[in-house]
């Protein structure tokens, strides 16, 4: 059980164990990423609170207009985008309790959240991508270890959580594959390109070298595709914070980050005229929907494709 949920179960028992039993079996099933129930637990303990400020402690008695009066306090202070994710918390928790029968109804049904706007996530050009991936001659682990990582990212699309999560059962360097664990525990296997499956290989002979030194690398994690300093499995903030020293260094825009290059990756499939479906695969995305924000095909582009489709031109 979560500690500030125990807290806060003195104030409305019911609900916080709701709330709870809703969290814990998110995370069992594994259908959100850590990054994103982090936020759902945020939301929900904020929810808990409003409802104890309104003196709510039976959920039989949290109604839409009471969450259309919570919708409108998030939205003086809060982003559209950040509103949207809160009632998505809000909803997904009583479709739990309403399946489990712990309520009759679910009072977040049909609470709308705030439209927002669909904005396209950053993006390298194929030139910044290169200049990004230009390798050092520099034998040091750690370096080999983040060229690893940048050609990975580049060349698979991969999550940031799903790249932390790799380990080296999960390549395939025979045939070029990984494994990757996306959303929700679902599987899929992405093909990986020359360039990024040489890369793994001099990190993890980089490694060994490492490892093999007496001050050098002790892994205490032997699984773990990516390793720290102290040979323990790297963490999403290290990564995110790995990749943005190295744009910095060359020269590029702090924004570059794990989703830009997973971004660039379907940007440039899809301008080199990959189908959008099999992009939707290889990004591990439920719906097309979602896949078609990376269509953004540059003018230059799009005249160049009608130039040598159409009959008439």
């Not at 699984?223 to 190295?246: H, P, V, W, Y």
């Not at 479906?277 to 005249?303: A, C, P």
Request: aromatic share 8%.
């Amino acid at each position: 059980m979560l500690k500030n949920i125990f807290f806060l179960k003195v104030m409305a028992e019911q609900i916080a164990k709701i709330i709870s039993d809703y969290l814990e079996q998110a995370a069992l099933e594994r259908r959100y990423s850590a990054h994103s129930l982090r936020g759902y637990r945020h939301d929900l303990l904020e929810f808990l609170a409003y409802l104890e400020e309104q003196g709510i402690r039976e959920p039989e008695k949290i109604g839409v207009n009471l969450l259309r009066a919570f919708l409108s306090r998030l939205l003086r202070k809060n982003a559209k985008s950040s509103v949207a994710r809160k009632v998505a918390a809000i909803r997904a928790c009583f479709k739990f309790a309403q399946r489990k029968g712990w309520i009759q109804e679910n009072p977040a049904l049909h609470l709308r959240a705030p439209k927002t706007a669909r904005s396209i996530p950053p993006f390298l050009s194929e030139r910044e991508a290169e200049h990004l991936l230009q390798s050092s001659p520099d034998p040091d682990w750690l370096l080999r270890r983040d060229q690893a990582i940048l050609e990975l990212f580049y060349a698979s699309g991969i999550r940031l959580s799903e790249l932390a999560g790799l380990n080296w059962t999960d390549v395939d360097f025979s045939i070029r594959l990984v494994r990757v664990k996306g959303k929700g525990g679902r599987e899929r296997v992405v093909p990986l390109g020359r360039v990024a499956i040489e890369a793994l290989r001099a990190y993890r002979e980089a490694q060994e070298d490492a490892a093999l030194k007496k001050s050098g690398l002790q892994a205490a994690d032997r699984e773990a595709l990516f390793l720290n300093r102290t040979g323990g499995r790297l963490t999403d903030r290290t990564i995110a914070r790995r990749l943005k020293k190295r744009a910095l260094a060359a020269g590029l825009s702090p924004a570059v980050s794990p989703h830009a290059l997973r971004h660039s990756f379907a940007t440039h499939l899809l301008n080199a005229g990959a189908d959008l479906r099999v992009v939707q695969e290889l990004l591990g995305h439920q719906s097309l929907s979602t896949t078609q924000k990376y269509t953004h095909i540059s003018l230059g582009h799009l005249m160049e494709v009608y130039k040598k489709a159409f009959p008439r031109p």
